[in-house]
């Protein structure tokens, strides 16, 4: 059983004051074998440092485990996105000791995956917008997620839909809309579009009111759940018919490997996205897109074009990413040495 003898957590921002940031932890156990677990973190007031650095890592310390689901019980120390850090190191260690691919071990099938990308529409004109979604298509992803907000939502899908008449697509409501006539309205008009799904219409939480639209659209909902039992009562409620597979939201690999099954057993289309920037998050998104149940593109890439802490990187090569199946963990090397430089904050435990 791998004991963990010692925890390294690294709070790293991106270098020339970008704002991404992100938890980084480093679990070493007994014989020196190390594995890397990411958490994005973003803002000052997130708890996530604290969670890690005071409550998850020295409850971790000399733990006997046989499997990483053995560690669920620890992680209920810290929030989910912290959990999710430690959740993801734990997997990765126990691959490495082992000689295991991370994606083998969750029971992942695929060799590569196919990759989709985000879009803020409220960033840009209608023009420049569907100049934007040719660069991603250009590059070889093949689904995009376009963001929308009462009073500009229609205008910009039907644009994209327009210049790309097979692409899919999927629009992001991040539960701004209500219940209300024009907000129903708008949100059904949608469908005339063909989208892939429409996610996060309603606020977190309020399944009836997804359930209730679900009944009166073609186009699969997409309800952000982030635990199982949530999940649950949205399959038995037929609230959605997608699940956007986030690993920090649901804790970890452990719990997102769950959803996924069970999702998958009821029929949903999944996709699954990385957190963080610094490639560990990425990696372990890769890894869980190549489960069987992940039909749709995924959002696993590193950011194009920005610095890479892990070799090889996680990119895209023409909208595909392969899953690393001749190395054993996350299947990437970190470069130590550039995290501790960039980290802004560094605890060691024991000291």
């Given at each position: 059983?791998?004991?963990?003898?010692g925890?390294?957590?690294?709070?790293?921002?991106m270098?020339?004051?970008?704002?991404?940031?992100?938890?980084?932890?480093?679990?070493?156990?007994?014989?020196?074998?190390?594995?890397?677990?990411?958490?994005?973190?973003?803002?000052?007031?997130?708890?996530?440092?604290a969670?890690?650095?005071?409550?998850?890592?020295?409850?971790?310390?000399?733990l006997?485990?046989?499997?990483?689901?053995?560690?669920?019980?620890?992680?209920?120390?810290?929030?989910?996105?912290?959990?999710?850090?430690?959740?993801?190191?734990c997997w990765?260690?126990?691959?490495?000791?082992r000689?295991?691919?991370?994606?083998?071990?969750?029971?992942?099938?695929?060799?590569?995956i196919?990759?989709?990308?985000?879009?803020?529409?409220g960033?840009?004109?209608?023009?420049?917008?569907?100049?934007r979604?040719?660069?991603?298509?250009?590059?070889?992803?093949?689904?995009?997620?376009?963001t929308?907000?009462?009073?500009?939502d229609?205008?910009?899908?039907?644009?994209?839909?327009?210049?790309?008449?097979?692409?899919?697509?999927?629009?992001?409501?991040?539960?701004?809309?209500?219940?209300?006539?024009?907000?129903?309205?708008?949100?059904?008009?949608?469908?005339?579009?063909?989208?892939?799904?429409?996610?996060?219409?309603?606020?977190?939480?309020?399944?009836?009111?997804?359930?209730?639209?679900q009944?009166?659209?073609?186009?699969a909902?997409?309800?952000?759940?982030?635990?199982?039992?949530?999940?649950?009562?949205?399959?038995?409620?037929?609230?959605?018919?997608?699940?956007?597979?986030?690993?920090?939201?649901?804790?970890?690999?452990?719990?997102?490997?769950?959803?996924?099954?069970?999702?998958?057993?009821?029929?949903?289309?999944?996709?699954?996205?990385?957190?963080?920037?610094?490639?560990?998050?990425?990696?372990?998104?890769?890894?869980?897109?190549?489960?069987?149940?992940?039909?749709?593109?995924?959002?696993?890439?590193?950011?194009?074009?920005?610095?890479?802490?892990?070799?090889?990187?996680?990119?895209s090569?023409?909208?595909?990413?392969?899953?690393?199946?001749?190395?054993?963990?996350?299947?990437?090397?970190?470069?130590?040495e550039?995290?501790a430089?960039l980290?802004?904050?560094?605890?060691?435990?024991p000291?």
């Amino acid at each position: 059983m791998p004991l963990v003898q010692g925890c390294d957590a690294f709070r790293v921002a991106m270098p020339r004051g970008r704002r991404p940031q992100s938890v980084l932890v480093r679990l070493t156990a007994e014989d020196g074998t190390v594995g890397w677990g990411e958490a994005a973190h973003p803002d000052p007031d997130d708890t996530t440092w604290a969670d890690i650095s005071e409550r998850l890592a020295p409850a971790l310390l000399g733990l006997p485990w046989e499997r990483p689901e053995d560690v669920s019980a620890t992680t209920e120390f810290g929030t989910r996105r912290a959990a999710a850090a430690v959740d993801i190191a734990c997997w990765d260690l126990w691959c490495r000791i082992r000689g295991l691919p991370l994606a083998h071990a969750l029971g992942g099938t695929r060799t590569s995956i196919v990759t989709g990308a985000r879009i803020d529409t409220g960033s840009f004109g209608i023009e420049t917008l569907v100049g934007r979604v040719n660069q991603v298509v250009g590059g070889g992803h093949t689904r995009v997620t376009l963001t929308i907000r009462p009073g500009w939502d229609i205008e910009p899908v039907r644009a994209v839909r327009a210049a790309y008449p097979a692409l899919a697509m999927v629009v992001d409501a991040g539960g701004r809309y209500t219940e209300s006539r024009e907000h129903l309205e708008a949100l059904q008009a949608l469908d005339a579009y063909g989208p892939v799904a429409i996610e996060r219409p309603f606020p977190t939480g309020d399944l009836a009111a997804h359930a209730r639209l679900q009944q009166r659209v073609s186009t699969a909902l997409c309800p952000e759940i982030g635990d199982l039992d949530m999940l649950d009562a949205a399959i038995r409620m037929a609230a959605g018919r997608a699940l956007d597979l986030d690993i920090a939201r649901f804790g970890g690999l452990t719990a997102a490997r769950g959803a996924h099954d069970r999702a998958y057993a009821a029929g949903w289309d999944v996709w699954c996205g990385g957190s963080g920037a610094f490639g560990i998050g990425q990696a372990a998104a890769v890894a869980m897109a190549g489960l069987p149940g992940c039909t749709l593109p995924s959002d696993v890439t590193d950011p194009a074009g920005g610095p890479a802490f892990v070799s090889p990187p996680v990119r895209s090569s023409g909208g595909v990413v392969g899953v690393p199946l001749t190395q054993p963990g996350l299947g990437h090397e970190v470069d130590e040495e550039r995290i501790a430089r960039l980290a802004t904050e560094t605890v060691r435990i024991p000291a």
